[in-house]
């Protein structure tokens, strides 16, 4: 099975974001359905290793929090991007749930991530689109900001690939505690 650890855009968010998902050439927008925040990319695991890496996120205990969705950027290597995202705006209750994840991860035998954390929510994969297209979307979407919203829990994704669009299916569901005011 294919992994992932993510928090799941409530539907008013994921309304706003598919508002903002057309326009630009060479894109696979994401489904609405799809549209979440990656904590931390599992990968590939068999029955027994889920289920050590499901009692290790369940043993997770972080406060919930406020998220707000703030700007649009790109990943990609040279004048190659491949990803176009919204960003999320960092703040320490989501580094500290990051982190949680990531040590209950390496205890459940799961090798240590060595890529950085960026928050963001994945709107489509680029195929060949020009980098000046990409600028003109970002312009045309303007300042971003969506939010805030509240993280009231975290969830282990499994992603189903074949033709067509990814499906992502919930398979677990883990309560944040009660947001500290």
């Known amino acids: 099975m294919r992994l992932f650890v993510g928090i799941q855009m409530p539907k008013e968010i994921r309304d706003r974001l598919k508002a903002i998902s057309f326009g630009l050439a060479g894109a ?21 290793s889920v289920d050590d890496v499901d009692t290790a996120l369940g043993g997770v205990h972080a406060p919930g929090f406020s998220l707000t969705l703030n700007g649009v950027g790109q990943f990609g290597r ?8 919204a960003g999320i705006k960092t703040q320490p209750a989501l580094v500290h749930l990051h982190d949680k994840i ?10 240590a991530d060595r890529r950085k954390f960026t928050p963001h929510v994945t709107l489509a994969r680029l195929k060949k689109t020009p980098e000046h297209e990409i600028a003109d979307w970002a312009q045309s979407i303007g300042d971003l900001k969506i939010g ?13 690939l074949g033709h067509g669009p990814a ?15």
């Open 148 to 160: 805030p919203f509240q993280v009231d829990s975290f969830q282990l994704f499994r992603s189903h």
């Open 167 to 181: 499906h992502y299916q919930v398979l677990s569901e883990y309560a944040l505690e009660p947001e500290l005011v």
């Open 78 to 85: 040279g004048h190659m991007s491949h990803t176009v995202w």
């Open 28 to 48: 696979r927008w994401i489904t609405p359905d799809n549209l979440h925040a990656t904590l931390r990319f599992i990968g590939d695991l068999d029955g027994p």
């Open 102 to 111: 990531e040590s209950a991860s390496v205890r459940a035998g799961l090798d």
